[in-house]
């Protein structure tokens, strides 16, 4: 009989603990914490053997030959990494050790990050891993269960008088920059230097030596307002991807248990190269604009600084920030990327996106979750779009805030872009080639680009007088062009002739609003 404990580690509350401060080497720092939390310091914490050679190697970072049902090792590592890691143990007592040693770790090196573990003993040869009722399921339901409970509340009969830390709220320890700080903000901050060595080794910079460190360091205009751009990408229905791992026949016995950890395994690595392929990709696209001056002739980037700085990444959840008239088409390059790469399931990796540009002062808290909330707005649109019987796709949703002031997208959305003819914008689109739909990135793309330097070029006052006329309707539209040449919009596939509206919905109003704000890159 081989009993043994399956370890479950999560982190909780992660969103604010990495985005809530307007400071980017905090928000950098805490992403890389959190990534330790489940990575090498998860790793550094067993307290036995066990088969990891190294987590940021790519082409081995497991020794396959051990396994735990064979005896060789004390401790197999399932997977681990974004935001979770699964491990096997031979007993209880590493398995208890494990958490102590984790814990502790976390506690001292990055105060305000919590982290959430489980163990479930099982029987190898009697108790299947996989399908709805297995082992890992029931530990995944315990780790929601345990995620979701309040915390014990504790009376404390007295505080002394504290100052506090200008960033979080809480009792400040030191300073930074001269500012009062908490162990959590100077932990963040303390960690920042090691997250660019991390970057560093996921992607090659070429002859860029190091990513910006703030905000202004992104490449703004002088002169010019400032914006950013916060691009937060899903990969789309991977929980479900990952249940019909769990759900294959040959997992739901004991016997399909190796079988099930390898599928597991291979799974979570396929994302992460995916992941690793598409933002190398990413950097690639913008040094060769950097070359051409598509980017140096209007971007600041004489300090040899991309302008861009992936905070989360190495997963199927990536959030990225850059200068704001280069986020759409760095998350269009993502994700064309991401999706031509085929998973350990042999099926493409496709995702969605939200791009939210604000002003570089903006609370960036509120853009990261403006970007979720675009984000989510893709998803559902590829739900309604999606047909029986046919692959998914990609797509993306963008939002351009030229003022501080953002309701929730849907409140935005009816008081900024509907009006009596319908909805002026075409947002969500799709980015991934195909489809019947006229709401897509290369339509958007087309538009935009023929304003920008095709038959519109240079009428910059007649483009922004169309976008009233656009505004007004299709008459309005219609009347205007006959009176002010060009007379023609640009052509739009699956479109409707050279009428500005169909389906109650806008073709030009996106490519009209941001058509000054746009880079386009190659």
């Known amino acids: 009989m081989k009993k043994f404990i399956l370890t479950v580690v999560d982190t909780s509350g992660i969103q604010n603990y990495v985005f809530g401060t307007n400071s980017l080497q905090q928000n950098v720092g805490a992403s ?38 064979q005896g060789n090792v004390e401790a197999e590592v399932v997977y681990a990494g974004g935001g979770n890691v699964v491990i096997l143990f031979s007993s209880m007592d590493h398995a208890l050790q494990f958490t102590r ?25 009697a108790d299947a891993l996989g399908g709805k009722t297995g082992i890992q399921q029931t530990a995944m339901r ?30 400040a320890v030191g300073t930074l920059d001269g500012k009062l700080a908490s162990a959590e903000s100077i932990a963040k901050v303390k960690a920042e230097p090691e997250a660019i060595q991390r970057l560093l080794g996921f992607v090659d910079l070429k002859e860029y030596k190091t990513f910006p460190k703030n905000f202004e360091e992104l490449g703004s205009t002088p002169g010019e307002k400032s914006y950013l751009a916060v691009a937060h990408i899903d990969g789309n229905g991977m929980g479900a991807r990952v249940e019909s791992i769990r759900d294959k026949p040959e997992h739901l016995t004991p016997a399909g248990n190796r079988h099930y950890v390898e599928s597991q395994r291979a799974f979570s690595l396929s994302i992460q190269a995916a992941a690793r392929i598409a933002l190398q990709a990413v950097i690639d696209m913008m040094i060769r604009n950097v070359d051409k001056n598509t980017i140096g002739g209007v971007i600041d980037v004489s300090n040899q600084k ?29 994700i064309e990327t991401y999706e031509q790469q085929l998973l350990a399931d042999q099926q493409p990796a496709y995702c969605r996106a939200g791009v939210s540009i604000v002003h570089s002062h903006f609370p960036f808290s509120r853009a990261y979750e ?20 046919q692959a998914s796709f990609s797509a993306m949703d963008w939002h351009y805030a ?9 409140e935005t959305r009816k008081r900024e872009y509907t009006v009596a003819a319908g909805e002026l914008t075409m947002r969500p689109v799709r980015v991934t080639p195909g489809g019947t739909t006229w709401r897509t990135w290369e339509n958007f793309e087309r538009a935009v680009t023929e304003f920008q330097s ?15 006329a656009l505004r007004d309707g299709e008459t309005a539209v219609a009347n205007f062009l006959k009176l002010y040449p060009p007379g023609d919009l640009p052509g739009l596939t699956n479109w ?3 009428k500005a509206w169909t389906d109650t919905r806008c073709g030009y109003f996106d490519a009209v609003e941001i058509e000054d704000f746009f880079i386009p890159l190659s």
């Open 32 to 69: 890389y914490l959190v990534d330790c939390a489940t990575r090498q310091w998860a790793v550094a914490a067993i307290p036995c053997s066990h088969n990891v050679l190294n987590l940021d190697d790519p082409k081995r970072p497991f020794d396959l030959n051990l396994q735990i049902e």
């Open 101 to 125: 040693n984790l814990s502790g770790k976390v506690l001292k090196e990055a105060p305000g990050l919590k982290i959430v573990v489980v163990h479930k003993e099982f029987n190898w040869d």
């Open 142 to 171: 315990d780790l929601a269960k345990k995620k979701n409970a309040p915390p014990v509340s504790v009376i404390q009969p007295g505080l002394a008088v504290t100052a506090s830390c200008v960033y979080t709220g809480m009792p």
């Open 306 to 334: 991309l302008p861009f700085r992936p905070i989360v990444f190495g997963g199927d959840d990536t959030t990225f920030i850059c200068d704001g008239r280069i986020g759409l088409s760095l998350a269009r390059c993502y």
């Open 370 to 389: 403006l970007a979720e909330s675009l984000c989510a707005s893709a998803k559902k649109f590829i739900q309604e779009q999606a047909t029986p019987g």
């Open 402 to 410: 030229t003022s501080g002031i953002v309701f929730d997208l849907k």
């Open 454 to 468: 095709g038959a519109w070029a240079g009428k910059h006052n007649k483009v922004k007088a169309l976008r009233t």
């Open 496 to 498: 409707n002739g050279q």
